[in-house]
Structure formats: C-alpha cells, structure tokens
C-alpha cells in the first residue's frame, strides 16, 4: 500500500515567490521521520529538510521551511524567495520509527521562471 | 570524503540478457538500498540490505536478486532482464541508525544507473 502521496504532479512559479507542496502520509507509528528531497536534472537526490513526528515546532532550513500538521498525516514544504535554481523534482519520503526504510511519494516537479 | 559509487552510469542490454549493476560506499555504512525510479512512480524499493549476507526483500523483489559479500559494496542482478525493467536504479547507503534522534540526517545516494532492456 502507498504510504507517501504528492498530488502535485507539477507546479510552476515566477522567481522570488513562495511556493508551498503538499505530502500526506500513512503510517500505524506514533513516532516516524519525515523527509523532504530534491532530485536535480543530473539526477542527483539531495536531502533538503525533515521533520521528526515527535516535534511540534516544524523544521527550517535556509528558505526551505515545513508545515507539519500531524492531525491531517500532512507534511507541507514551502520555499521562500524562490530561484532559479530551485526548479527540479521534489520527494517527500516518510520512516517509520521501527523500520529502517525509506518510503518515497512520487514527487512533484517544480518549474521557477524569471 | 562521503560517497556512494554506482557502475555503470547507462547501460543498455537486450531482453533475456544478465545484468549487473554494482554500487560501493566509502563510510562503512551498514545498510545498503536498491530503489528503482519510474516516472510517476517515485523511487520504489527493490532490496534493503542490513549488512554482509542479511539482505531482505523490498516492495518489489520480483525479477532481482542482490549479493553483498563486502561491507563496501552491493550488487543487483538481473538474471534474464525484461523490457519492463528498463528504468534508472538507485543504490543507497546509510548507518544504523540513520534518520533517529540522534543518527544521521539521511540516505545517501548514489548518481543512479540508467537501464535500457530492449
């Protein structure tokens, strides 16, 4: 069963905007890992930000920021100032606290035009 | 300097023909994943492995096999590939421990493999 779902398939956005994607998840944990990763056109998979579920504060890195709400298995990333080189696919992946793997949605592909 | 090697970067095989795809790791890092990547689809897990000869099945198992002998390395092997198994592969690595409180942030990937089974 799917337990990471995106249903942005894409999204498109002028430089310096913000832009928010949405991620639900399922899991039976009450603990887990949330995770957010951008794969670049080379393809590469980098890890930009993640949320413990443990935590209420939500998670902030440079212009990378979450919006965790645990009630509705919802864990948003919103980019602030967006560039450029922002544009690629963004995951959102989940682990749950007993298994040491990661699931990943099917990621939404973002586009930043000048 | 921390990094998952993936060999080769392309490959293109006929149907019927094996297929090995290799992967190695320079932090001594215990666990090791194969995912596979399909558009639309994300990145699926093929086989997880734990350490040396303790490797379990991922979500989709069928039509793979692995072998890990050294802590370093890990292979994927298609033995008789099909067309359907035309997508970019993935090896990653972690520690123990990786993504708890206290253990590292994340996966690390490798540049992935791009498969073309004609």
């Known amino acids: 069963a799917q337990k990471v779902t995106q249903t942005q398939t894409s999204i498109s956005v002028v430089e310096k905007t913000t832009v928010t994607m949405d991620c639900v998840y399922e899991?039976?944990?009450?603990?887990?890992?949330l995770f957010w990763y951008k794969q670049t056109a080379s393809g590469e998979i980098v890890f930009l930000i993640r949320?413990?579920?443990?935590?209420?504060e939500n998670a902030t890195v440079g212009h990378y920021s979450l919006n965790f709400q645990k009630p509705k298995s919802s864990i948003g990333l919103i980019i602030t100032a967006t560039q450029i080189e922002d544009s690629a696919v963004y995951f959102c992946?989940?682990?749950?606290?007993?298994?040491?793997?990661?699931?990943f949605g099917s990621g939404t592909k973002l586009t930043v035009e000048p | 300097d921390m990094k998952v090697t993936q060999m080769p970067r392309y490959l293109i095989k006929r149907m019927g023909e094996n297929v090995l795809l290799e992967c190695g790791q320079d932090?001594?890092?215990?666990?090791m994943y194969w995912y596979r990547q399909d558009p639309g689809l994300g990145l699926q897990l093929i086989y997880i492995?734990?350490?040396?000869?303790?490797?379990s099945e991922g979500d989709i198992p069928k039509g793979y096999r692995v072998s890990r002998k050294k802590r370093e390395h890990f292979s994927l092997i298609l033995d008789s590939a099909k067309t359907n198994q035309t997508s970019v592969y993935f090896c990653?690595?972690?520690?123990?421990?990786?993504?708890?409180?206290?253990?590292?942030?994340?996966?690390?990937f490798g540049a992935g493999t791009r498969l073309s089974v004609l």
């Open positions: 492995s734990y350490d040396v000869d303790s490797n």
């Open positions: 992946a989940m682990r749950d606290f007993n298994y040491n793997v990661l699931y």
């Open positions: 990653a690595s972690s520690s123990a421990d990786w993504g708890g409180a206290n253990g590292q942030n994340t996966l690390y």
């Open positions: 949320q413990d579920s443990y935590k209420k």
């Open positions: 932090m001594s890092h215990e666990t």
């Open positions: 899991t039976r944990d009450s603990s887990y890992f």
